[in-house]
C-alpha cells in the first residue's frame, strides 16, 4: 500500500520582548509582521506572546521564568515550533531548545527559511545556501537535529538538513566555494551591463509586497511572478520599458527589503542587488496603505545606505492608493514627499505621471547628437557602436554622418574619441 503524504502546517507560537524604547503599537506591527513570514513559510500561528523587559535576557531572551512558562504553554498545546522575532545567540538557543524540547527559529532562520523555499534559479539557490551557512556556522548544536532528519519543517530547509552537524571547517570550505561562484556569476552580469550604457536603467525597490513586480508588469509587460505574500521575487527580471520618442528604459525588478533584514542575506545577494547599484534611477515603490509605511520607507533607505546607493537619484512611487479611503492620509503624503507620485498598478491609475517623470529623466540624462567622421575613421566608428545606440548612418563622399543616443558621460567619451588625431 502506498503512503499518502498530507502537508499539516507546523503549529507556532511567536515571541518577542518589547524594550522601554518601541512603542507598544510599534511592537505590535513587528510581531504582525512575524505571523505573515510564518504563514509565508508554512506555519500555523497558535499564540503570540510579547514580554516588555527593559533588556532581553542574555541566556534565554525572555527571562527563565518566562520561558519555562512557554514550556508548558506549548505542551498543553502540541505545538512542534517557537519563533522569536529578534535574533538569538548561539546560548540562548541552546538553553531555550533544551527547556522546551522544541525547534527554536529565530527572525533570520525564519527569513532565511523562506528564501530557501522561493529560491528556483541556480543563482538564487547558491544565495541562499552562502547566507544559510553563514547563519549556520555559530549555530552547529541543535537538540532538534534528529527531527529534522526525520519530518523536515520551518527552519531545516536547504544545506541545514544536510550541513546542521557537519564541522565548521567543512561548512567553511562550502562556503568559500560558494562566494567564488558567486564571484563568477558577479563578472558575468558585469559584462552584461556593458552592453546596456545605450538605455537609461532604472531599478525598482521597495518593502517586500509593495507592488514592485505588479509595477514591472503593468509598464513592460514582463509576465513576472506577483502575488500578496513576502519574496514572492527572488531573482531580479530586468526588461525594457519603451516611451514615447522611442526613449528607451531598462527596468529591473529585484527582492523586496523587510526590517532586520540579515546582513548575511544582503551580503550574499550581492550579484542580484548589482541592479540596484548600478541603476542611474532608484524607483522606491512604497505601499502607501499601510499604515506603518513610513516605517517601510527608513527600512529601505537604511538598506540603500548599507549598499552605498543613498546619493543615487530617487523617485518615490506610493501605490495601492486606491484602497485609501482617509483623504487627509493621501494629503499628507503629497505634503511630506514632494516630487513623489501616487498611483495604483493593479488599476493602473496615473501611470502617465509615472511615464511622464521617466521621461523628464531621460532627457536629462540622455542626449541625442549628429556627428560626422572621415569614412576612414573605422575603430571610431566602432566605438561610438559600443557607446551609443545609433539610430542612422548616411554615407556622402568620404564622409559618415552619425546619428546616435546615449548617456551623458558616454557622449563625453565620444567627443573625446572624435578629436583623437
Partial sequence: ?????????????????????????????????????????????????????????????????????LSELIELNDIGLVIFDDDLTATQVRNLERLMERKIVDRSGLILDIFASHAKTNQAKTQVELAQLQYMLPRLTRAWTHLSKQYGGIGTKGPGETQIETDRRIIRTRISKLKQKLDKIDQQQR??????????????????????????????????????????????????????????????????????????????????????????????????????????????????????????????????????????????????????????????????????????FYERNFIEKVVSLPIEKTKSLSQIHSLAEVLDTKYEDNVVNITYRTSQENNNRIERIINEK
Fill in 191 to 360: 559584462t552584461k551591463s556593458l552592453n546596456r550604457k545605450d538605455f537609461v536603467t532604472a531599478s525598482l525597490v521597495g518593502y517586500t509586497n509593495a507592488g514592485k513586480s505588479t509595477l514591472l508588469n503593468l509598464l513592460t509587460d514582463a509576465d513576472v511572478l506577483a502575488e500578496n505574500k513576502l519574496f514572492a521575487t527572488l531573482d531580479s527580471t530586468t526588461r525594457s520599458l519603451t516611451l514615447e520618442g522611442n526613449k528607451k528604459i531598462l527596468m529591473s525588478d529585484t527582492v523586496g527589503f523587510i526590517r532586520k533584514l540579515p546582513h548575511n542575506l544582503v551580503a550574499s545577494f550581492k550579484s542580484t542587488l548589482n541592479v540596484v547599484r548600478d541603476a542611474e534611477l532608484i524607483l522606491h515603490v512604497v505601499d502607501a496603505s499601510n499604515p506603518y509605511f513610513e516605517d517601510h520607507i527608513e527600512v529601505v533607505e537604511n538598506t540603500l545606505k548599507e549598499m552605498g546607493c543613498e546619493k543615487k537619484p530617487q523617485l518615490k512611487i506610493f501605490n495601492k492608493v486606491d484602497t485609501i479611503e482617509d483623504k487627509d492620509k493621501i494629503d499628507y503624503i503629497r505634503n511630506k514627499f514632494e516630487n513623489s507620485i501616487l498611483i495604483s498598478a493593479l488599476k493602473g491609475m496615473n501611470i502617465n505621471s509615472l511615464q511622464k517623470n521617466l521621461i523628464e
Fill in 1 to 69: 500500500m502506498e503512503e499518502i503524504k498530507i502537508d499539516k502546517k507546523e503549529k507556532a507560537i511567536l515571541v518577542a520582548v518589547r524594550t522601554k524604547d518601541i512603542t507598544k503599537e510599534k511592537a505590535q506591527e513587528h510581531l504582525d509582521e512575524l505571523e505573515m513570514l510564518a504563514d509565508t513559510a508554512g506555519a500555523e500561528t497558535v499564540f503570540k506572546v510579547m514580554q516588555d523587559k527593559s533588556k532581553v535576557d542574555s541566556a534565554y531572551f525572555i527571562g527563565k521564568g518566562k520561558a519555562e512558562e
